[in-house]
């Protein structure tokens, strides 16, 4: 009944951890323990120091940006956090007091939001079509005077529909508020030059792409302004307080320097491969998001008539891990906002699977999963009460 | 391995027992929604002589508890007469099954209310329906301690969530004490409407979160 090796295809939740990472942080554990101290302090203080610099360097040049103007975090969850929560309190101050975010954003986004919006910030849900995208007149309308900033995601976590930011980031620039993108799905998947876009705040995390977890971080550029909201030292060109987690940050520079444009286009023949031949293979299934406009690792099906929950414990059952948009997944039973958002009703929400391809995935799994689910799937059909006429 | 489940639980899930439609039905239900996430039909053949439950079948659009549970229901009430199949409660059924999720019990809820619907619809088809009687505030109290709050896995009324019914020309009023944007908010709306808007002599229900 079960397989020894479990097929892993929710790498947009975790990851991995690749070899290579565990070996670059190692040393951090048991050699150069220290905290980063000032130049002035003890030789394994500055050695310390000088790793963390190394990493946020090399984190900071695949933006092209300076290393001054990114900062270590727990994750894309504080990124977003610090960046939403962090503009908004510097900005109140001189009477700009509205936010526009879509409605399809990630949780960090979407519940700083709502928390912003009781302490009397308001806030607009840009709606999106179809396959997930906004609509830029939409947001050159919402934009007013009293508009902060504008945040929307790069990528969207459910269904992979990648945004236009050049655009966004324009007219942002234009209008003068500040942009901020969550980057969580894309970082180093798809290219961003701060250089060219002129995007104000990015969130990135390593647990997305086989680091270490609990590690991410804020790209902040010069001159925007930031209220610290995490308070103690001064970290983080103090903007951040707390000890640096110099493994992690050692973890994620390394996860960042081994993902390659030939593994993403090799996730991208592999996301097309396993979309083309379910959506070919079993019949009454959607195709959630764009064909071509969604990130290298994402591929997202709905399977009309059945429920996501079952769908996903079959998998498990023969070994591949997945998730769903389905409510009974969920911890709070709610539907995916993302599937609802597109215009799905909650039918196609319930039956939706999501698979997010990683580095060790591969042909041959693929070509199993597809063959798995077509059983699961027509034995589930057999049971349902729907779609039998 | 590890699976939210119990053995059992799977072993239903993977297995369904008496999964289909029988031809030519006594009596048949679909409860739930697609809205809600589940649906469950429940098809009953019956004895006309001695009132048992001949044959059933079930079908399920829902998770792995709704499944496993429609299929031990199955098992539960064959064989057993009209009136004994009726009081299968869903802990009975959760009992059998050796204990689902307490997030999951409304999953298990909607399958034993198909087999109660089924029966009623085999008595109301064949005129052995005595409930004609007037609606009462103590009877839609009744019918709210059949909605589970999922969180808890606990009825409304037990939990005192209910703070005031009221009944005037067959428009039920229902405050509830849970706030509007409360995560279950709508799949109790759902669950109270079914339960009270199938009674003969009500015509509209108006819900109410002002907790």
Same mark, same amino acid.
């Given at each position: 009944m079960f397989d020894e090796k479990m097929i892993y295809l929710d790498n947009a939740s975790a990851t991995r951890l690749d070899e290579r990472v565990l070996e670059a942080m190692q040393p951090y554990f048991f050699?150069? +323990? *220290?905290? *980063?101290?000032?130049?002035?302090? +003890?030789s394994q203080g500055i050695e310390a120091k000088e790793a963390l610099q190394e990493a946020r360097e090399s984190i900071a040049s695949k933006l092209n *940006?300076?290393?001054?103007e990114f900062i270590f975090t727990s994750g894309s969850t504080e990124s977003s956090n610090m960046a939403i929560k962090g503009i908004m309190m510097a900005l109140q101050k001189k009477n700009k007091n509205h936010l526009i975010i879509s409605k399809i954003e990630d949780f960090p986004i979407l519940y700083s939001t709502k928390y912003l919006e009781k302490q009397g910030i308001k806030v607009t849900y840009l709606d999106v079509d179809n396959y997930g995208f906004i609509d830029l007149v939409q947001l050159k309308d919402s934009i007013s005077k009293n508009t902060a900033m504008v945040s929307i995601q790069h990528?969207?976590?459910?269904?992979g529909t990648i945004q236009n930011i050049e655009k966004i980031s324009q007219i942002c620039k234009e209008r003068k508020v500040i942009f901020h993108t969550d980057a969580t799905h894309t970082f180093t998947r798809l290219a961003i030059d701060v250089k060219k876009i002129p995007v104000d705040l990015i969130s990135v995390s390593a647990h997305t792409i086989h680091g270490p977890k609990g590690v991410g971080g804020l790209y902040v550029r010069e001159g925007t302004p930031l209220t610290k909201w995490m308070d103690g030292g001064f970290q983080e060109f103090n903007k951040r307080a707390g000890l640096e987690n110099i493994p992690g940050a050692v973890g994620f520079a390394q996860a960042v320097k081994l993902v390659t444009g030939e593994e993403n286009e090799q996730l991208i023949a592999l996301r097309d491969y396993l979309i083309s031949h379910v959506l070919a293979e079993i019949p009454q299934t959607t195709l959630n998001g764009h064909s071509k406009r969604r990130t290298p690792q994402n591929a997202n099906i709905t399977f009309h008539f059945i429920e996501g929950e079952s769908i996903t414990l079959h998998l498990d059952m023969n070994g591949f891990s997945v998730s769903t948009g389905s409510a009974c997944f969920s911890r709070s039973l709610e539907a995916s906002h993302v599937i609802l958002g597109i215009g799905g009703n909650h039918e196609r929400a319930h039956g939706s699977i999501r698979f997010t391809l990683g580095r060790y995935n591969n042909l041959k799994e693929i070509n199993k999963l597809i063959k798995t689910l077509k059983e699961i799937i027509s034995e589930l059909r057999k049971i349902s009460p729907l779609g039998k006429d | 391995m590890k699976f939210p489940y119990n053995e059992k639980v799977l072993e239903h899930f993977r297995h369904p027992r008496n999964v289909g439609k029988i031809k030519d039905a006594d009596g048949k239900a679909m409860e739930g929604s697609p809205a809600c996430g589940d649906m469950v039909s429940v098809q009953i053949k019956v004895d006309k002589k001695t009132k048992r439950i001949q044959d059933i079948k079930f079908e399920s659009y829902g998770c792995a508890s709704n499944i496993a549970t429609g299929s031990i229901i199955t098992e539960l009430a064959k064989g057993k007469t009209l009136e004994e199949a009726k009081n299968i409660s869903w802990k009975q059924a959760s009992d059998e099954l050796g204990g689902l999720p307490p997030i999951k019990v409304h999953c298990s809820v909607l399958a034993v209310e198909g087999l109660r619907s089924a029966i009623k619809n085999y008595e109301r088809k064949h005129g052995l329906?005595?409930? $004609?009687t007037a609606t009462t505030v103590e009877k839609i109290e009744k019918g709210l301690k $059949?909605?589970?709050?999922p969180l808890t896995g606990l009825d409304l009324v037990g939990t005192k969530l209910i703070k005031k019914i009221e009944l005037k020309e067959g428009i039920v009023k229902i405050d509830v004490d849970l706030p509007e944007n409360h995560q279950f908010a709508n799949s109790i709306r759902e669950e109270v409407l079914e339960k009270i808007e199938t009674l003969h002599d009500i015509k509209k229900v108006l819900i109410i979160f002002s907790g």
């Open positions: 050699k150069t +323990y *220290a905290v *980063a101290t000032s130049e002035f302090g +003890y *940006a300076e290393s001054k990528a969207n976590q459910e269904i | 329906t005595i409930d $004609k $059949k909605v589970m709050n």
